[in-house]
């Protein structure tokens, strides 16, 4: 069945940066739009960032802009998350997602989620 795996996230002090990646597999991996959203306890799932099939098309949350930057590599079938200046704010288990269309904020619409990943930033 379609796997997506995250790795890369950990424990980082405040300002710092990490790098995510998701591997997918079983999944023709260019034409699926790929995301990131993350999840504190209690909370929903919100939207980070996502990147069209072709890497032509980026958008961003705002809380992220400027910090974050999301690239894919087809050849890999890997998606990636930069994050710099990280923040305390920022704690949260991340998520990478796969879906046929675009990917905004609704989360209810993806077609395939990765376990998560445990990213926290201490101050």
């Known amino acids: 069945q379609v796997q997506l795996v995250e790795s890369g996230g950990g424990l980082v002090q405040a300002g710092g940066s990490l790098r995510l990646s998701c591997a997918a597999s079983?999944?023709?991996?260019?034409?699926?739009?790929m995301g990131w959203f993350r999840q504190t306890p209690g909370k929903e799932r919100s939207f980070v960032a996502a990147i069209s099939r072709s890497g032509g098309t980026i958008t961003y949350a705002d809380d992220v802009k400027g910090r974050f930057t999301i690239s894919r590599d087809n050849a890999k079938n890997t998606v990636y998350l930069e994050m710099n200046s990280l923040k305390p704010e920022d704690t949260a288990v991340y998520y990478c997602?796969?879906?046929?269309?675009?990917?905004?904020?609704?989360?209810?619409?993806?077609?395939?989620w990765g376990q998560g990943t445990q990213v926290t930033v201490s101050s």
């Open positions: 079983k999944l023709t991996f260019s034409i699926y739009h």
């Open positions: 997602a796969a879906k046929l269309g675009a990917i905004g904020s609704n989360y209810a619409t993806i077609n395939y």
